[in-house]
T-cell receptor, first 112, second 112 residues
Framework: NAGVTQTPKFQVLKTGQSMTLQCAQD?????MSWYRQDPGMGLRLIHY???????DQGEVPNGYNVSRSTTEDFPLRLLSAAPSQTSVYFC???????????FGPGTRLTVT | GQQVMQIPQYQHVQEGEDFTTYCNSS?????IQWYKQRPGGHPVFLIQ?????EVKKQKRLTFQFGEAKKNSSLHITATQTTDVGTYFC????????????FGTGTRLKVLA
């Protein structure tokens, strides 16, 4: 099993550009989440999904969209990038409500 | 919304000294998880606590869940340089959603 994979590993965007961060897992996990990590802020939840076709907002959803058309994939879309979205983005999955989360390696995004 | 406070934010210790990080919530938690993130890496699950007053050990690491299930601690005995990293607690939101809320993390530096 590859676990949780994320692409790209690094990305530089200009303000106003849009892009999609990819996340995939091969463990057949129902729950998937997107977090952003900023210095001193810990991990903040952006969006999450409890199964294919079901998504909901986390703590900091503004400026981001998600969809979950399959169990395996959970892409995160930045609609119009802003410097405040410069961060490290982690995707995570888990098999059930109260199970451990498996994190991907992260995407380091810089918006200039 | 539910918040999880974690202290201290930073801790520098001499190799061989003990280390403790604390996680506190104003509301009762259904469970709490602990993760470790090495510098430049992604969070990795360490353990989950569910029962009031629960204590679990992993070699030099001791995890406790408070009797009121509002706080938790991670204690490392005789730190080693391999313990360097940031330690996060994460609590399952108890308001009917399926979100894990992370603490801000404690960054541990071990001086050889």
């Amino acid at each position: 099993n590859a676990g949780v994979t994320q692409t790209p590993k690094f990305q530089v965007l200009k303000t106003g550009q849009s892009m999609t961060l990819q996340c995939a897992q091969d463990m057949n996990h129902e729950y998937m989440s997107w977090y952003r990590q900023d210095p001193g802020m810990g991990l903040r939840l952006i969006h999450y999904s409890v199964g294919a076709g079901i998504t909901d907002q986390g703590e900091v959803p503004n400026g981001y969209n998600v969809s979950r058309s399959t169990t395996e994939d959970f892409p995160l879309r930045l609609l119009s990038a802003a410097p405040s979205q410069t961060s490290v983005y982690f995707c995570a999955s888990r098999p059930g409500l109260a199970n451990e989360q498996y994190f991907g390696p992260g995407t380091r995004l810089t918006v200039t | 919304g539910q918040q999880v406070m974690q202290i201290p934010q930073y801790q520098h210790v001499q190799e061989g000294e003990d280390f403790t990080t604390y996680c506190n919530s104003s509301t009762t938690l259904s469970n709490i998880q602990w993760y470790k993130q090495r510098p430049g890496g992604h969070p990795v699950f360490l353990i989950q606590l569910v029962k009031s007053g629960e204590v679990k050990k992993q070699k030099r690491l001791t995890f406790q869940f408070g009797e009121a299930k509002k706080n938790s601690s991670l204690h490392i005995t005789a730190t080693q340089t391999t313990d360097v990293g940031t330690y996060f607690c994460a609590a399952l939101n108890t308001s009917g959603t399926y979100k894990y809320i992370f603490g801000t993390g404690t960054r541990l530096k071990v001086l050889a």
